[in-house]
């Protein structure tokens, strides 16, 4: 997906998270400057097209025992 529409892994899903209306807040972590100037570019972009929305949306999602950190076995 990414490749096909020229976009970084950040770049994508930045503006995935930002693009859920369900989602209040997008809480992001950055190591430099660079990476605040790069997100704040990102931020100001359109929404993501529908196509890649469907296409991200299609992956599905990761098992409970994956994505909620109570299950995980440490």
Known sequence: ICGR???SMEELALRYALGIGEIDSVL????NLQQIKENI??????ELP???LCEINELG????????PSLWKI
């Open 28 to 31: 992001i972590g950055i190591e």
């Open 41 to 46: 570019k990102y931020i100001k972009k359109p």
């Open 61 to 68: 999602t990761a098992p409970e025992n994956i994505i909620n």
């Open 50 to 52: 529908d196509e890649i």
């Open 5 to 7: 529409s020229n976009m």
